[in-house]
């Protein structure tokens, strides 16, 4: 018998829900997923539980936990929350930003570069975000914003992925680190912000007209 763990389990079902591959509204039956991994029901219990953290999974009367789908105003008032938590993440990181903190920032900038995908994009963004605002020394507010981002974005970019692409979001990444490395933290806050508006926009401009 296998031996995933829980954590295995929930990053292999997170990856097919943020590919579309188990769409929203799908029941994620415990039992059928324990056979499937080749486990105790015990860590797909976990796993669906930390899905559910995310925003990924909700539990539904008589049905049990399913993949989540989220209306237009639902994304919009989480990017909301971002705007709110994101640029006090950041606040309190800046005096910690070390040099080679900022190169590995720009790091995955690249690697988000030579990516190919929505979401391999999705993925080096947040991975991007959470290495300016670890410094913090705020895991649970580090643990709400990554939480609010992977709820958010497979439905983000089932509306904007094709629409808005890769290089208008990379350039304002560019100058936000850019600002981090001039000490600037006014500026860093207000392209943060701006970045985070930016992607809410996007998303009313791409939704079907009423």
């Avoid at 490395?181 to 930016?198: D, P, S, W, Y």
């Amino acid at each position: 018998m296998s031996k995933l763990t829980s954590v295995q389990v929930l990053d292999s079902l997170r990856q097919r829900i943020l590919s579309g591959a188990l769409p929203g509204g799908l029941q994620l039956k415990q039992e059928q997923l324990a056979q499937e991994f080749g486990v105790s029901r015990i860590p797909v219990r976990e796993a669906l539980r930390g899905l559910e953290a995310e925003g990924l999974v909700r539990n539904e009367l008589y049905k049990g936990a399913v993949v989540a789908s989220m209306s237009l105003d639902e994304i919009i008032e989480m990017l909301d929350i971002r705007i709110a938590l994101e640029p006090r993440a950041l606040r309190l990181a800046f005096p910690h930003l070390t040099p080679a903190i900022l190169d590995e920032a720009a790091r995955i900038l690249a690697q988000y570069d030579r990516a190919e995908t929505a979401r391999e994009w999705s993925a080096f963004n947040l991975e991007f975000h959470l290495t300016l605002y670890r410094p913090s020394g705020k895991p649970r507010l580090l643990q709400m914003i990554e939480s609010l981002a992977r709820g958010a974005d497979r439905q983000a970019h089932l509306h904007i992925s094709q629409t808005v692409g890769r290089d208008h979001p990379q350039g304002e990444h560019f100058a936000l680190l850019d600002a981090c490395r001039a000490r600037n933290l006014e500026r860093a806050l207000q392209l943060l912000q701006t970045h985070i508006e930016g992607t809410q926009a996007a998303l009313l401009r791409a939704a079907p007209s009423a």
